[in-house]
DNA sequence: GAGATTTACTTTGACGTTAAAGTAAATGCG
DNA sequence: CGCATTTACTTTAACGTCAAAGTAAATCTC
């Protein structure tokens, strides 16, 4: 019986859940070991991304623009793709264009639309930013390959089940 | 071959990744479905505790307070245990008590500490919200019981590894 | 025991996110 | 055609988070 099971934090939330005859202890520890993940491997990936002056949604709305046919979206469709608020979009391509990454222009036929178009720089700090996260194992090192395949595969359920794709 | 990968956004992600020629790209599918997950559920869960005032960080704490064998906590311990900024706290606890659930107190013998008490709503407030999550089986419906154990099991190597314990 | 250092918390400013309201253009319908 | 509705984006306000600076008290050290 390993000792460093007293300091987990999710084994101790489970200890405590028990004592105070909660429910869905399972359920619990799951959620507290997913956030805790989620956290640590965000902070990687983002720390990975500072030196380009990139953060994580930056750069997937960089990598999103450099994968479409024309290099350009219109910020709705960012939004739809990525899962993010329209006005994060705002937000993130306000940014991006600031700093020379993207550039706005009027979309031909609609005068509704915006379209972002990524720029040369962008593509560069795109491609510079996939290595970087590469190099980092994007902030997953130390999750067995073999466990990473495991989980990815049972979030596809879940994700099916919560309507994250059809 | 089902035809629903291609809308999954991790496929695609896939997809456009191999294209691209970029690398880790399981690590990558690894860490969108963990993004992806973490927002649903997250989603799921604020929404479950909304009723009650509370969202998740503010019944952390008071589940935490509860926990406490005198109800009560220095504010730099909530911080420790629950791995939030200090500042976090600050408002957290300062949100708590303008609802009455908690009050601070200044500590008995140490004049730069300040204590966070849980009232008696406040106990209310955590038990209700642990039956809510447990009503909700901490947004994690959809995920298979036995994944469920497989993922928290999964975690535990890679926050060990990550210094989230000891 | 006086001064330097450490510790505990709060304040401030920045960022990313959301919901809701606002503006402007396109579309639908009678 | 003309008006209502929908669609696309921006703006605003609120929230939670963090880093850094500020304040105050405790502790260390000579």
Do not use: C
């Not at 994580?56 to 623009?65: D, G, I, N, P, Q």
């Not at 705002?90 to 600031?98: D, Q, V």
């Amino acid at each position: 019986m390993s000792r460093s099971v007293a300091h987990d934090p999710v084994a101790m939330a489970v200890g405590n859940w028990r004592r105070s005859e909660w429910n869905a202890v399972d359920a619990m520890a799951a959620a507290t070991s997913i956030t805790r993940v989620h956290q640590v491997m965000t902070a990687r990936i983002d720390a990975a991304l500072k030196p380009l002056g990139l953060n994580f949604s930056r750069f997937e709305v960089l990598a999103l623009l450099s994968f479409s046919r024309e290099g350009q979206l219109p910020m709705g469709k960012i939004g739809d793709r990525l899962q993010v608020n329209a006005a994060s979009v705002t937000n993130t391509i306000g940014r991006l264009e600031a700093d020379g990454l993207v550039e706005r222009v009027a979309h031909p036929t609609d005068g509704r639309a915006t379209l972002a178009r990524i720029r040369s720089a962008g593509r560069r700090a795109a491609k510079i930013g996939a290595a970087a996260l590469a190099d980092i194992g994007f902030g997953l090192e130390g999750l067995d390959p073999v466990d990473m395949g495991s989980v990815t595969e049972a979030f596809v359920g879940y994700r099916q089940h919560n309507g994250d794709f059809d």
